[in-house]
């Protein structure tokens, strides 16, 4: 079977997954977890990065970009089942672990229960709290608003929120292929996902557990998940470096991929081989 390549395709629970992998098969193994409401493809740049020394893998989560939606309604818990049963799939028994945002709390879940089946974290743009009240009102909101105006508006609604204002100016190819990236997200897989992100539960009381080496990253400028959110992770995770990714908002892997992928080499050479 060819190992290395985009698109493949695998059965994981009761679903296929698409999926790239790329770099020599026996090298460490990288999993990337995209954010949402967008795929795979958010993370081309960190894989082309480092696929000469790593083998790096990102794949769709459920009813994102190519994987399928399935039958189950979606959780938090849902994706970390997909997660492991993906890298069983692909015979894969440790792994290091990168997500950012959405993939980020599928990533802290996983880690905090299945801690046997990582070595590594980094934590990009994310957070470890529950959403407020307020939160999870805005979120019905916006499945109400997606109903009554489309996906093309909850795109134009979020793109601001995703870039740093500075972005507008100098990263329009990226704003652009983000944008395709929700449009093209299925309706139903949108309404999935905001429930699942709503009704998810806090990671935070479980951070000191974290024994393995981890890398928190986020954009000077996110509005999302704020400088804030970071430093109370890296105050509570006992082997955790926080760095600021000038120049980026929420999505600071494509808006600095330069910066971003420094950080992620020289923490990668300080992790232990697989
Ligand atoms: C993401 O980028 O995955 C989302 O912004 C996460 C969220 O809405 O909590």
Request: include cysteine; aromatic fraction near 6%; charged fraction near 20%.
């Amino acid at each position: 079977m060819q190992h290395a390549g985009n698109n493949f395709n695998i059965k994981v629970n009761d679903i296929i997954v698409r999926y790239n992998d790329e770099g020599p098969k026996e090298a460490s193994v990288i999993i990337f977890i995209h954010g949402f409401p967008l795929n795979k493809s958010m993370w081309d740049k960190q894989l082309k990065s480092l696929k000469d020394d790593y083998r790096v893998i990102a794949y769709d989560i459920r009813g994102h970009g190519n994987t399928d939606v399935g039958a189950i309604d979606f959780s938090i818990d849902l994706f970390v089942n997909d997660l492991l049963g993906f890298m069983d799939a692909l015979k894969i028994e440790k792994t290091i672990i990168c997500g950012l945002s959405m993939g980020g709390y599928i990533a802290l879940n996983a880690i905090e229960n299945h801690s046997d089946r990582f070595t590594a974290l980094i934590l990009s743009d994310t957070n470890c709290t529950a959403d407020s009240p307020e939160a999870i009102e805005k979120r019905m909101n916006t499945i109400i608003s997606i109903k009554e105006n489309g996906v093309e508006k909850l795109a134009n609604n979020l793109l601001p929120n995703l870039f740093a204002p500075e972005s507008f100016e100098t990263n329009s190819e990226e704003i652009a292929a983000v944008k395709e990236m929700i449009v093209t997200t299925s309706k139903q897989s949108l309404y999935n996902s905001l429930h699942a992100l709503a009704n998810r539960n806090e990671t935070c009381s479980k951070l000191s557990g974290i024994k393995v080496p981890v890398l928190i990253l986020v954009g000077e400028e996110d509005k999302i998940t704020p400088i804030e959110a970071a430093r109370a992770m890296n105050v509570k995770i006992r082997n955790a470096n926080l760095h600021i990714i000038p120049h980026s908002g929420h999505l600071s892997n494509l808006e600095n991929p330069y910066e971003f992928n420094s950080q992620l080499t020289k923490f990668m050479a300080t992790v232990k081989p697989i």
